[in-house]
């Protein structure tokens, strides 16, 4: 069923009427106009668009795209290639077949998924040595379309391969077969996979996840099989397994079921109109307790005459000037030098990236900043990528704890929840750090009330370009700090900063889905002498689903004494943070970590070696 449509004409969304049953009222808009933008836009040459009337061109401009970004010869080809692109696909069907590598979105530019078909969307592993497998899979999406795939992996017809791990989402995807989420290719094992992330999505037959370590599958519609160390499960329909903490009995997947979605509204996206040639900007609604895709709520349509489309080489003062005149912002593949942040203090304002531009931190501040007060501002697809001057955070959303929204709540218009989606953070990875370290104090900090967070991986580099990364280099203290109240996130991964991965202070959080690696180059008096830990909670009260910290101290024995550290006395006594099915891991090396959370939960400290807490208190 195609959505229901409000068609908006002024530039800027203003809030949707939310009242706490989950009734919507229409949108309404508001704003001076700017003068208008060109539709169908200029696009840079890292944007194709696709007729399907063209299979052949199509076919080789793909190719030609995964030639420099992807495949396994060398390893992982393209990790850290400076290269971006996103891919098109008009409505029709499309005879060709996708292979997705780094910095590579594909995206269906329909009303619906079905609009689009493509005939197989490929994500073969990085590397086929089972060791390596695709561990490394990173930067990359695939969104909006249908596909009945006419491949076989892993012995099973009709499938569609992804085998990924952090920062490649699926989202409104319909699957007229299976899909596997790893590949094995030969030996003794399947390749190992990380991931990952996946949402708004059908999957007619069964979705296999084989040897990835952990996911979070967002309000789909699909047949789940399997699990390794942690699968969260959250808001579908078909059929889904019920809650297991741990793996034992042996063949016993650890899986983390919750029925409904508190409050999500999908990503926005791009679409065009009936006659194919003019773009649109799609605005999905709020949604309270929401279960499977969605398919027929109202959304917002905004002409793209309303829409910024900016590309690599416009400055941050231009993007400002257009977004204050009440634009909303597209941000089209490549690298953005910014030397001050992108500013969005206008409520309803969308910033949507496609094709993974990379907004670096050029002169020491910021990337991007949301001002207080702006409610239901949507910010999706960007790669946050910190530069050789310290910056106390890449993205910034709110000035001060509480940003002038009420706590807590979504009820109100000013308390509309803001959106972070398929938000992906980097410190080092493309650098040197023996020539030019590159750092930053936290990678996300959160001040504001009521802002959902949905897939989000915040990475120090582990690796890069100039190999392994050792002694502290390329120095990042936090991936995420939440001080506001009410902050949900769905899909959170943060890996590898020297202190606290996370630091959670504000009231009335939930997260669904944490996954972590503690850093593998720090000692034990940098570390765990400390006391630092994978998530820290200060907040009076909390609930988590699903909370993994891992450990592979690789250069030096750390004893870190939990993953999870709850530091507030007065919510210890009350019981007022809870936590469900959370877990350790020894992946290898050194050291241990000596409990699940807090004192409870027993030690790991041999390769594989896993730990459940199934209920805290």
Not at 179 to 203: H, T
Not at 279 to 292: A, C, I, K, W
Not at 430 to 438: F, G, H
Request: glycine content about 12%; charged content about 15%.
């Amino acid at each position: 069923m195609a959505p229901r449509l409000r068609t908006v004409t002024s530039p800027v969304l203003l809030v949707l009427l939310i009242s706490v049953s989950g009734s919507l009222a229409a949108p309404s808009v508001g704003g001076g106009e700017p003068n208008p933008e060109p539709n169908p836009p200029v696009w840079p040459d890292s944007v194709l668009v696709f007729d399907a009337k063209d299979a052949s061109s199509t076919q080789n401009a793909v190719n030609r795209v995964f030639a420099e970004q992807g495949g396994h010869k060398p390893a992982w080809h393209g990790q850290f290639s400076s290269a971006r692109w996103a891919l098109l696909f008009k409505p029709g069907s499309h005879a060709v077949d996708v292979n997705v590598g780094y910095y590579t979105s594909v995206v269906g530019l329909g009303a619906t998924p079905s609009d689009t078909t493509i005939r197989n969307v490929i994500c073969e592993n990085g590397d086929f040595n089972f060791t390596g497998g695709a561990l490394d899979n990173f930067w990359r999406s695939a969104e909006n379309f249908a596909t009945a795939p006419t491949r076989a992996y892993n012995s099973v017809p009709n499938s569609m391969l992804w085998a990924v791990s952090q920062a490649a989402p699926l989202r409104r995807v319909e699957v007229n077969g299976n899909l596997q989420l790893y590949e094995y290719n030969y030996g003794g094992a399947a390749g190992y996979a990380s991931g990952g992330f996946m949402a708004d999505s059908r999957v007619s037959g069964t979705i296999y996840s084989g040897s990835q370590q952990q996911w979070i599958l967002r309000n789909s519609d699909a047949r789940w099989n399997g699990g390794v160390y942690n699968i969260v499960l959250l808001g579908n329909t078909g059929t889904m397994p019920a809650s297991h903490c741990g793996n034992k009995p042996a063949g016993t997947p650890p899986i983390t079921t919750v029925p409904s979605t508190p409050v999500i509204a999908e990503k926005p996206y791009v679409a065009v109109d009936g006659s194919h040639e003019k773009f649109q900007l799609r605005v999905p609604p709020v949604l309270l307790n929401h279960q499977g895709p969605t398919r027929d709520a109202e959304e917002a349509v905004i002409d793209f005459s309303s829409v910024f489309v900016a590309n690599a080489n416009h400055s941050a003062a231009t993007i400002n000037a257009k977004l204050a005149s009440g634009l909303h912002l597209l941000l089209t593949p490549g690298t953005y030098q910014l030397d001050a942040p992108i500013e969005v203090s206008r409520p309803g304002t969308v910033v949507l990236g496609i094709g993974f531009p990379t907004l670096v931190s050029a002169n020491g501040t910021p990337v991007l900043v949301v001002a207080n007060g702006a409610g239901g501002v949507r910010v999706a697809g960007v790669l946050l990528e910190a530069g050789a001057t310290r910056t106390p955070t890449l993205l910034q959303w709110g000035s001060a704890p509480g940003g002038g929204r009420r706590p807590g709540g979504i009820a109100s218009a000013a308390g509309e929840p803001g959106f972070l989606y398929d938000c992906f953070a980097r410190v080092g990875g493309p650098n040197d750090p023996a020539l030019r370290q590159v750092r930053a104090d936290s990678m996300v900090t959160i001040n504001s009330d009521n802002v959902v967070l949905d897939n989000l991986w915040l990475w120090r580099a582990d690796h890069g370009v100039g190999g392994v990364v050792r002694d502290s280099m390329n120095p990042c203290l936090h991936g995420l700090v939440v001080r506001g109240s009410g902050v949900v996130a769905y899909g959170l991964a943060v890996e590898h900063t020297l202190q606290d991965l996370v630091q959670w202070s504000g009231d009335q959080g939930r997260v669904f889905f944490f996954q972590s690696e503690l850093p593998y180059d720090v000692t034990q008096a940098e570390f765990g002498a400390p006391g630092y830990t994978g998530f820290r909670v200060s907040a009076p009260s909390l609930e988590a689903w699903g909370v993994g910290c891992y450990s592979f101290f690789r250069d030096h024995a750390v004893s870190t004494s939990s993953g999870i550290v709850v530091a507030n006395t007065t919510a210890l006594a009350g019981g007022t943070v809870k936590f469900h099915n959370s877990l350790s891991v020894f992946l290898n090396g050194l050291g241990n970590i000596e409990h699940v959370l807090n004192s409870e939960g027993a030690s790991v400290d041999a390769a594989g070696e896993q730990s459940y807490l199934c209920e805290f208190p």
